[in-house]
């Protein structure tokens, strides 16, 4: 029997996209609302990218000559690091907010004053995070845990090639894609944000409450 492996390979490449649900031909982790996984990050970091979103789906933007930027389209801050989904035993890819970056961060700060958690080092692949999605309508959904550090031989695991999976669309490329959705079809949605910075009044506005009126 003769095999077309060539139609073969053709669908297996896009059996693996059906399954991640993620068109980088990754495996994602998804956490819905209410719910948590347990994750060892299997990169020391994370790498980023530059979104846009077309009706939910990521578009990484090449930034020069890119139209959806030259109309307007939000671009997201979006981070994406390998790991070991500890439940399914299973490398994917997790890709996080600004607001989820920060929770970790500041994991890792909290074990840099825990003397009883012997660690070899800081380096994010020595301990396991518990992600948590709250089920909240308003503000961050995120809660990061530290989750323990049992020893995880990380060399078994093949980790995807986040470097080569995530590439930006060409500008040409955007050009379609901008004719294809209309503005606004890049919907905002709040997580995908830098997270505010505090807004402390200058000196100069505390003195002059006109002068923010007359910045405006
Ligand atoms: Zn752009």
Known sequence: MVVDSAFLEACKAWDVRATSRSP??????????????????????????????????????????CSLCSRGDRLATRHFINVLDKEANEVKVLEFSPAVRVSIKEVVEWLSTQT???LPSLDIRNYDLKITKMKVTEGNPW????????TVNTD??????????????????TYTIQEAAPVGASRPISDFSEPPKPVIPSIKEVENPLAKESIL
């Open 24 to 65: 980088f031909g990754f495996k994602k982790i998804s956490i819905s609302p209410g719910s948590s996984v347990t994750v060892r990050c299997l990169d020391s970091v994370f790498i980023t990218r530059l979104m846009h979103y077309i009706d939910k789906r990521g578009v990484i933007c090449p930034e020069e000559g």
């Open 116 to 118: 009883e958690i012997k």
């Open 143 to 150: 809660v990061v845990k530290y989750a323990g550090n049992d």
């Open 156 to 173: 078994v695991y093949t980790l995807y090639d986040l470097e080569k999976l995530l590439i930006p669309v060409t500008a040409a490329e």
